[in-house]
Nanobody, 122 residues
Framework: QLQASGGGLVQPGGSLNVSCTAS????????IAWFRQAPGKGRERVSC????????TYIDSVQGRFAVSTDNAKNTVYLQMHSLKPEDTAVYYC?????????????????RGQGTQVTVSS
């Protein structure tokens, strides 16, 4: 089970953090992804981390502005978002695939969170 928290309303240029806590399984040797879905658009993968070696990939539009991290003691993954833009407005979801590599397909993640709303607006 994944429980997402954080999100909210922020002005353009601001920062926001969202987190996702896993229960019932470990984050070790997993692919941890953040997806988002903007109004009227499909769900896209924003980032993915391989916990086995720390490799992280981001889509071009958030590279340098977003950062993924984990706290293994809390079994929690974080998405730190900076220099936010109105086009970052979306529902953000975390998803985890234990013991396998990253993929861009939402349906291939065994554990999928319920999403949290991020709105960037003045």
């Amino acid at each position: 089970q994944l429980q997402a928290s954080g999100g909210g309303l922020v002005q353009p240029g601001g920062s926001l953090n969202v987190s996702c806590t896993a229960s019932g399984f470990t984050l070790d040797y997993s692919a941890i992804a953040w997806f988002r879905q903007a109004p009227g658009k499909g769900r896209e993968r924003v980032s993915c981390m391989r916990t086995s070696d720390g490799f992280i990939t981001y889509i071009d539009s958030v590279q340098g502005r977003f950062a993924v991290s984990t706290d293994n003691a809390k079994n929690t993954v974080y998405l730190q978002m900076h220099s936010l833009k109105p086009e970052d407005t979306a529902v953000y979801y975390c998803a985890i695939r234990p013991f396998v590599v990253c993929t861009t397909s939402w349906g291939n993640y065994k554990y999928r969170g319920q999403g949290t709303q991020v709105t960037v607006s003045s």
